[in-house]
């Protein structure tokens, strides 16, 4: 067999290698991935602060 034959052979053995790890990461980071609180799930977890950063004070 020619080098072109097993060189696409070896490309899609990789890629089918790459596609089962890449499925590992998803299902690991979801199970590993903390549930959402019992709460209100649009609510901000800690309060949001309104300070003159940014702003301009008249002199």
Wanted: net charge neutral; glycine share 12%; proline share 5%.
């Amino acid at each position: 067999m020619s080098g072109v034959y097993w060189g696409i052979v070896v490309g899609l053995l990789a890629m089918v290698a790459i596609f089962f790890v890449c499925l590992e990461l998803v299902y690991s980071k979801a199970k590993g991935s903390p549930q959402a609180p019992s709460g209100r799930i649009d609510e901000p977890s800690e309060a949001v602060t309104q300070g003159s950063v940014g702003h301009r004070q008249a002199a």
